[in-house]
Every structure is written in structure tokens, then in C-alpha cells.
């Protein structure tokens, strides 16, 4: 089955007013070819593109384009391409920069449930407003994720936990996954999809580096994840007790809270 393209995106801005036209932002897998070819296909699913803190989303108007793009990759940007590391070589290296998580990132894939711009600080119900537009586009996010056929999904946030349920099955109290646990797919729904973890968005505010990559490390280290791999990454040896050593992405403790100038981990550009 084709990826979605220009004609696929089209079609749907075709259904929308003029508005929400001016808002759209398009999404899907990062680098085509490195899609195709990457060890396993994992999809993250985020809520809506941020228009109340980040203007460069709106400039884009494309989330591919934006983590492909050679600037900075941010906060956000980072913690994709972290997870994207753990994911698909089971550990993230101590020397990561923006270079690597661009890198990472390259293989995987990214969808938004709403796709019009928004924000956090929008709405009195933000997660209400992704659900009613996760519910009233069903069909065509359905049709866009079957295209992508993804083999893992990761969904990044509260307002996706409660969206998903009701984007797949049109109720909020039917299958829902509680953060940081992880559930086998209904074949009959998305058929190329095997398993799904419920977790944080990568940039979520207040939440240390290490603590939003554990949920990842541990799903990706679970027996039915690694056997989805052609070749399954070899995990990192666990730490000596006492050992604080380096953080594995090489940021300090609170790492999400520095600029992205230290984030680099020394990497050149």
C-alpha cells in the first residue's frame, strides 16, 4: 500500500474551512526511505501541533519537514529521537546530539489525532477538543495509519490516551491503555499493528530525561517487543549499584530544563 501524499492530504483539507485549511499541519513518516527500510516501523502518535509555544510548527506546516529540518531540534525533537533510539537499537548512546536524534528520528513516523493547530493553553477542555476532531476525522486517520502500516505505536500524552479509544472504536470506555502500560492491537482494527504503549509526550514539562525514557526502555526490552525486530538490538548492560556514571543521552539531571546548546553531548553538527 502507497504512503499518504500530497493528494491524500488535499483531499482531507478539502473537507475543512478555510480556518482550519490555514491550520492544517501534514505528518506521516519522517523519511520515506528510511521508513521503508527501518528494523521495525514505529508510529508516534502526539495530539495536536503546538502552536502556542513553538511558531516553527506553523512556519512548517509539516511535522516531517520540521524533525527533518538541520535547526534545532528542541526539547521535543530530542526526546523522539531518544525513544527512537531505544526502540530501535535498545539503548540511546552517550554521545547524542541533535545530529543523532535527526538521525533516529529519520525511521520513524509521526501523526497528530488533530491536526489544526492549538496548544495546551487553547481550550478549557484541550483533550475534549482532540477527541470530538480524532472522532469526526475517524475514517481518515484510520486510513492514514493503515497506509504507514506500522508495527508499533507509541501514544505520547493524556489528551492521545483519551482520544485513541474513541478514534478506533467511537467510545472513551472501550479498550482504553493507562500510561506506562502496554497492550497487544485488535488485528481486526489495525492489522499490521502489534503492540502499543501508552506513555508521556517527549516533552513533557516537569518530567526528567531519565524517568520519561524508562517507560520506553522497559517496553522496548519486553520479550514480545524485541522478537517483532529482524534482528533484535542487544540491550545495554544495567549499571553497578553506585554507579551514576553518565546519563545515557549524556544531559545532565534535569536535562529537559537546559537549552538545547546543552544537549548535544558534544556531537558535532
Not at 119 to 146: M, Y
Not at 192 to 216: H, R
Request: hydrophobic share 40%; proline share 8%.
Amino acid at each position: 500500500m502507497p504512503l499518504p501524499d500530497d493528494a491524500f492530504f488535499e483531499e482531507w483539507k478539502a473537507e475543512l474551512s478555510p480556518e482550519e485549511q490555514e491550520a492544517f499541519v501534514l505528518d506521516g513518516a519522517i523519511d520515506e526511505e528510511a521508513w521503508k527500510d527501518a528494523p521495525l516501523k514505529v508510529l508516534f502518535i502526539t495530539a495536536e501541533p503546538d502552536f502556542e509555544t513553538d511558531d516553527s510548527v506553523k512556519e512548517a506546516g509539516d511535522m516531517r519537514k520540521l524533525l527533518s529540518d538541520d535547526g534545532p531540534p528542541g526539547v521535543f525533537g530530542m526526546g523522539l529521537g531518544r525513544w527512537a533510539a531505544i526502540l530501535l537499537e535498545g539503548q540511546v548512546p552517550k554521545k547524542f546530539g541533535r545530529v543523532s536524534a535527526r538521525n533516529m528520528t529519520a525511521n520513524t513516523a509521526i501523526i497528530n489525532l488533530k491536526k489544526t493547530g492549538g496548544g495546551p493553553e487553547l481550550a478549557d477542555s484541550p483533550a475534549r477538543g482532540v477527541v470530538n476532531w480524532a472522532l469526526a476525522h475517524q475514517e481518515r486517520l484510520l486510513d492514514q495509519i493503515e497506509m504507514l502500516a506500522p508495527e508499533v505505536i507509541v501514544l505520547c500524552g493524556d489528551r492521545v490516551l483519551a482520544a485513541w479509544p474513541v478514534m478506533l472504536y467511537g467510545d472513551a470506555t472501550e479498550r482504553p491503555i493507562m500510561r506506562g502500560e502496554y497492550a497487544w492491537n485488535d488485528p481486526d482494527v489495525l492489522p499490521s499493528v502489534k503492540a502499543i504503549l501508552a506513555t508521556v509526550s517527549p516533552a513533557a514539562p516537569g518530567m526528567k530525561t531519565e524517568l520519561k525514557n524508562a517507560e520506553i526502555e522497559q517496553f522496548a526490552a519486553s520479550p514480545e517487543v524485541r522478537n517483532l525486530h529482524d534482528s533484535p538490538p542487544e540491550l545495554p548492560k544495567e549499571t553497578a549499584e553506585g554507579d551514576d556514571g553518565e546519563k545515557a543521552d549524556g544531559e545532565k539531571a534535569d536535562g529537559d530544563a537546559k537549552p538545547d546548546a546543552e544537549k548535544t553531548g558534544g556531537e558535532e553538527e
